[in-house]
């Protein structure tokens, strides 16, 4: 652990944390809710893929957003760093530190405040695990409105692009109040938006309240091999036209993907071999009506020649296994050694061509390149892993792929933000009229620079 393992970047003119510090916050949250053994603070300094690392100190363990805002306004007059930390699942060093900011972690913030099963509006606090929420809200026949691998860790107040509306804390300390549960309430600027994308650099979430769908009374999944990418785009097509209002997911895998989950992690696939798979998912409320919609699409794009395998199901455990095949990749990769990691936004036709023009760029230096991911938003994780890092295959692949990326329109960071690894790319996504805006509203909202320093926006 050295203090200058990034060289380009240099610690900001902040305090060092001293015993008045300590002090402060203990009497705030008592000893109990502060960390300061080093081997108790390890992982709240590394991120789950040990891509980053920083070297705090000091964690604190808030519980309410007064505690919250009481930090802030003192680490405000203080000049104290902060990073915010829910779930630390993040794939861009986002909620890491990087030098020795104190961490303020959500993980103790974790109340559900209501629940309408008319409305179905869900408020709760910041630090509610997407998984529980969900397990929760299935009492009240609703559901969360969205999904993924690191459900059983991620924290809410990190996936704020689906909610209705926020509380958040500011820099020092106000407590911002946007928590409308209203469906309709335009009243002015939509403030909730800044601190969408913002990670932590503008604001403290600390509350959120979410409108969530009725849990489906039924559900299908068919997991599909076809043989080129024209026909994943073709089955794309009819899928959206054939099973229309039930249609709730479409994810993609490459045969490069799939491999990997079942060589490294061992996970059974009941397709045989194919170039590229989707998972083609049915939300509804009559099977019989979702069943049969399904089926007569199956039997469709099979009759076309476009799918050449596939297997649909409702049962519980089956559809289980097939969303691991999707969900667990991320988990597989680093079994190959270094991974470079790449989320983006292309348009449909163009989803998959970074795959191949990677490929042929980078030759035998990669041990594994792969491509998947939400097919059904335009968002693919293009992963590369080589037995180490080296700078020369760093340079073959950056900046290429974000140039690439650029030149289709397409978006650097589709929906893992910009974290720590990736500000200095957000021009190849973002205008220079965008980007001096969200620097004057980054000074304005937290003039000291205390809030996730290093992250998001680029020196
Ligand atoms: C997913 O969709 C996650 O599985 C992670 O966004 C993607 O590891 C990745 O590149
Ligand atoms: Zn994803």
Known sequence: LTKDRYPHVKRGDYATLDENHLRFFTELLGTNRIV????????????????????????????????????????????????????NTGLVGGSVPVFDEVVLSTSLMNEIISTDDTSGVLVCQAGCILESLDTHLADHGLMMPLDLGAKGSC?????????????????????????????????????????????????????VAIHCPPKPKAMNLAFLGLDSFESV??????AKHELGEILSSCEFIDERSLDLVTSRLKLKSPLAVHPFYMLIETH???NDHDEEKLNTFLENVMAEGLVLDGTATNEVSKMKNIWELRERITEGLPLEGYVFKYDISLPIESFYSLVPAM??????????????????????????CVKEFTQDVLKRIEPFVYEFTSKLKGSISAEHGIGFRKPKYIHYSKSHTSIELMKQLKTMMDPNGILNPYKVLPS
């Not at 994308?197 to 600390?206: C, F, H, Q």
């Not at 785009?233 to 009819?238: A, D, E, M, Q, V």
């Open 155 to 207: 924290q809410i107040g990190g996936q704020c692009g689906t909610v209705l509306g926020l509380e958040a804390v500011k820099a020092n300390g106000e407590i911002l109040d946007c928590l409308s549960t209203l469906k309709k309430d335009n009243t002015g600027y939509h403030l909730k938006h800044l601190f969408i994308g913002s990670e932590g650099t503008l604001g403290i979430v600390t509350k």
């Open 36 to 87: 300061t053994d080093p081997s108790q603070c390890e992982g709240y300094n590394v991120d789950w893929i040990k891509n980053v690392r920083g070297y705090s100190q000091c964690v604190l363990r808030p519980k309410t957003t007064e505690e919250v805002s009481r930090i802030l306004a003192f680490c405000n007059e203080h000049r104290i760093a902060v990073c915010p930390q829910g779930g």
């Open 233 to 238: 785009l073709k089955t794309l097509k009819k």
């Open 284 to 286: 509804g409320s009559n």
């Open 359 to 384: 490929k042929e760029r980078l030759g035998e230096s990669a041990v594994r390149i792969c491509g998947y991911g939400h097919l059904g938003d335009g968002n693919l994780h293009l992963n590369i």
